[in-house]
């Protein structure tokens, strides 16, 4: 009856790093949830700088745990590794609580927002692949509960996620960019909470079923105690190949697809450090047949990752210009939109557990490629969903919010399908003595999903887009032209066709000491006007609400005037006051273009998802017969 218990349950280290990895997630998801609208709203950058800073930064995020998990193999251990990872991580949201109270000074606010992204990027390196790999090191070897450890596991991850854009979207998320840095600082205490529960804890709960402590030796030491073999040497000649293989695919992506640096150096480590990894001369044919398996099944991640990722980025944009966001007369912050995956995933884990433990009994639970296609499958379903919702809308109308939760809803479908069978596939088939590495060559095929999707959500379509942001007017002269010519609120009226003729200006700009252009003059031509639609002016208006005054440069520009609430704390009190912006509008940007495919409006953006996801879905379907017999015996 004791061994029927011992077997039935889970044991109680598996809730130590639920909870742990919980509030770790809820300082990553908390921080993400308002990342790029703090580019965007408070630092002003624009929709392609922000997409590509946020795939850099959540590419190079799930780069550093091959970093990490080779520092834990060789030579610190898991548990060391998650300290050091979770103390960097907690600095780094330190830091962009730093650059979101410095925002209105650049020069201080991005060096604190890229020093902080770079410890939030090496302490997750130390932090992701250790936590993970000690969940399946709980069990004895071919238990059938791991997989539904993981998802357990994954319970715990999603509800970090779900509470933290609640939290920190509620502090900071609230309309005026000073308040961006509560919700960085809450992020900042979320981190810390995680790291002195798994402190105070690991002794007592994290040990194997034996009753041995779990982490504190490198792996690479535990395979010699376990196998009785020998510590197998660097081989430095294949580090040597390899090393120079990288470097050469480093200056192909570089200088023939002109890449930036960030994503050749993620897309060259991408294919050269698992090549490494395979030619070790070590392994057994059956140890490369499985590293193979997990090498193609992180392949086709990279789809998955590169169109589920968007939700941080182009899918905010949506969220915050197409959405209504309107409830019972109150406007929810975008940023709670990141909570809908989160919160589907808490739901529904269960249903997952119970059916793939049912399915397990009966022998008929799709082996992990299988579960991966169908993950592949169901993405692709969320977008077409999204993308009949768009299809022949004015981009100036705004969706119910419906559609924007069914996407998220069948993408966690795909997900429960995907991601933590994926961590529980590498765990099963990664030899012991690379056990951590193989699972951070597994996050590095996140890291270059990720740097795909912000390249991919730089395709966004935009209607008008934002060219120039001008310092405060420096001239009497150049306000009171701007103050003679305000915007008429009749051209917000519902006929969709209206027109209207807007005065041409000559603008004066000079730069000032910080380098910045600041409109010195503004001389308005009587006899000369340009004819903007209603359908425009609705564009820019839910782009930037506040704009009160608008001129014409050309048939194609638009300069437009607003003012922005700014607190400042002075002697220890806060003062209100407001800050004067000057924007310049391209009322006809040129379309991205995919593979020589122009991306025209939202449909065509959204199909691409369809296609990309729906075609690896396939292949790895037809590629799953293969892979179970290349997996050994190993489901």
Known sequence: MAELKSNSKHPSGLYVLF????????????????????????????????????GSYTGLVYLTPLLGGYMADRYWGNRKSIIVGGVLMALGQLLMFFAGTFYQQPELATPFMFTGLGFLIFGNGFFKPNISTMVGQLYPAGDKRVDSAFTIF????????????????????????????????????????????????????????????????????????????????INYTAMGIWVSVFLGLLFLFLKQFEMDVVGSFIFSLTIAAPGYI???????????????????????????????????????????????????GTTIPTSYFQSINAVAIVIFAPLFVWLWGGLGKRNMEPASPFKQAIGLFLLAVGYLVIAFGVKGIDPSAKLSMIWLVSLYTIHTFGELCLSPIGLSMVNKLAPVKLASLLMGVWFLSTAAANKFAGTLSALYPEEVKAEKLYSPIGSPEAMAVLNNNKLDEKVFSADPKGTNSIKIAKVETKKTADGKDSVVNISVDSTKTAVVSNYHLKVIKSNNGKFDRALMLNDTLMFTHDSIDVVKMVDGKKISSKEERIQTWNLKPAKPTFMSVKITNLYDFFMLFVFMAGAASVVLFLLSGKLLKMMNGVR
């Open 278 to 328: 395979i030619t070790d001369p070590s392994l057994t044919k059956v140890e490369r047949q499985r590293i193979w398996v997990i090498y193609i099944a992180a392949f086709f991640v990279i789809f998955f990752w590169a169109a589920f990722e968007q939700a941080g980025a182009s899918l905010t944009y949506f969220a915050e210009e197409q959405t209504d966001r309107s409830i019972f």
């Open 154 to 233: 994954y319970m715990g991850i999603n509800l970090g996620a779900f509470i933290a854009p609640l939290i920190c979207g509620y502090l900071g998320d609230t309309g005026n960019a000073a308040d961006f840095r509560w919700g960085f600082l809450a992020a900042c205490g979320g981190m810390c909470v995680s790291i002195i529960l798994f402190v105070f804890l690991k002794n007592k709960y994290i040990v194997t079923p034996e009753g041995e402590q779990i982490g504190v030796k490198p792996n690479s030491a535990r395979e010699v105690v376990e196998a009785g073999t020998p510590k197998t040497p």
């Open 19 to 54: 909870v742990t990895e919980m509030w770790e997630r809820f300082s990553y998801y908390g921080m993400r949830a308002l990342f790029i609208l703090f580019m965007t709203k408070a630092l002003l950058f624009d929709k392609a700088l922000g997409s590509q800073i946020y």
